[in-house]
């Protein structure tokens, strides 16, 4: 029988990819901690989602997501094998956001998250994105990471979830977003 357990991180140490173990609390398990929340966030919002291309590109995203983990969790001299997220994938969030943002229309104010399930998905979804973004961003300014993509991948991808949200509400017809200003 598989064990799904391996009682290596009851000292509170969790191992890196490659030779090294860190706290748990050390900021590297933390930024690939909120990574993957993101990737689960994203992956509840793939499995609510009704408009024709949402579930293709969340897919592709939560793959991305996953290496950009395995480079954070790497040891420096393991970073290169591990090295997928570049410029190319920056670009290519750019251009997602671009052509989904022209079947949309943008709002002028804030709006409250909740107009269609996967939409509400995608907004949490953002915010653990972004939490991710500020902990990778420590780590890039401590100088424990050096592939500044990392970040801008994570700053790109809170800016597709926003426009997707959009997207699935108006999938599962929602006139307009509920916006955030007083009744």
């Known amino acids: 029988m598989t064990k799904f357990y391996t009682r290596t991180g009851d000292d509170g ?3 890196l990819l490659g030779e090294g173990r860190v706290p748990k609390h050390h900021p590297v398990p ?10 689960a966030a994203l992956g509840i ?4 989602c009704q408009a024709a291309q949402s579930g293709a590109i ?5 793959r991305d997501l996953y290496h950009l983990m395995a480079e954070l969790a790497a040891t420096p001299e393991n970073v ?5 997220i570049g410029v190319e994938r920056v670009n290519w969030l750019e251009r997602q956001t671009d052509l989904i943002s022209e079947q949309v229309q943008l709002p002028r104010e804030f709006i ?3 107009d269609s399930p996967a939409g509400a998905a995608l907004a949490l979804a953002r915010t653990i994105v972004r939490r991710a973004e500020r902990r990778v961003a420590y780590l ?3 100088g424990e990471v050096e592939n500044i993509e990392l970040l801008r991948y994570l700053n790109r991808l809170s800016s597709l979830c926003f426009v997707m949200e959009l997207l ?6 929602a006139s307009a977003p509920t916006l955030a200003k007083d009744s």
Do not use: S
């Open 45 to 48: 919002g793939r499995a609510a």
């Open 140 to 142: 890039i300014h401590d």
């Open 30 to 39: 933390e930024a690939v901690g909120a990574v993957d929340e993101a990737t």
């Open 13 to 15: 140490y969790t191992g």
């Open 112 to 114: 409250v998250p909740g």
């Open 168 to 173: 699935e509400n108006q999938a599962a017809g």
């Open 80 to 84: 290169p094998q591990f090295r997928k």
């Open 58 to 62: 969340l897919l592709a995203v939560q």
